[in-house]
């Protein structure tokens, strides 16, 4: 079964096709010939991940899915969330991104976040959601490199490291993306 994954970010979608391995052939906007950037003016990551997913069904046709992803920061009220690929701007600068959340978090004493994915499918005519959810604590200066986005900053309840110091398959194991997944291809494994 092909299907299309509708993003543009290349760390999610080599992410993404670890994770799935040989199950399913996920293709690409690129290999659907779509190169624009998807709208994503919803304030609610499922919002977001629907109005991309529904883009794709309406100007290209494909069957596909599409995800949104956040990390809330419970000192922050919930910020970035939504808009944690812009926070500290509409450039999608992960260094910036951190460097905007450590500058806010300066003197915090409560660090526990969580990151938040939801995914949204569209099959056969009809919508349907996954969302993946794993909670950790926001780390006061980066550790490793790995990863990508916030991973840096970011050490997962009962983990002794950041995101960006475990391997691809131990993060992918546990993440909020990994969770998602793992529901989104147990309700395809189902059809």
């Known amino acids: 079964m092909e299907i299309v994954f509708a993003t543009n970010n290349q760390h999610k979608l080599s992410e993404l096709r670890r994770i799935v391995g040989e199950r399913y052939n996920i293709l690409s906007l690129a290999d659907i010939n779509c190169h624009e950037d998807i709208p994503e003016t919803s304030d609610t990551l499922t919002g977001n991940a629907l109005q991309k997913a529904r883009y794709i069904k309406e100007h290209y046709g494909y069957d596909c899915f599409a995800d949104d992803t956040g990390l809330m920061v419970d000192a922050l009220d919930g910020a970035p969330g939504v808009y944690s690929a812009r926070y500290a701007g509409p450039g999608h600068d992960s260094v910036a991104n951190m460097r905007l959340l450590l500058e806010n978090m300066d003197g915090k004493e409560n660090r526990s976040a969580r990151f938040v994915t939801v995914i949204a499918l569209i099959l056969n005519g009809e919508e349907r959601t996954f969302e993946g959810c ?52 147990n309700y395809l494994d189902q059809l």
């Open 134 to 185: 794993v909670e950790g604590e926001i780390l006061t200066a980066p550790e490793g490199d790995g990863g990508f986005g916030y991973d840096p900053i970011f050490r997962p309840d009962g983990q002794p490291q950041s995101f960006a110091l475990m391997s691809a398959d131990a993060k992918n194991a546990i993440s909020h993306r990994g969770r998602a997944t793992a529901k989104l291809l």
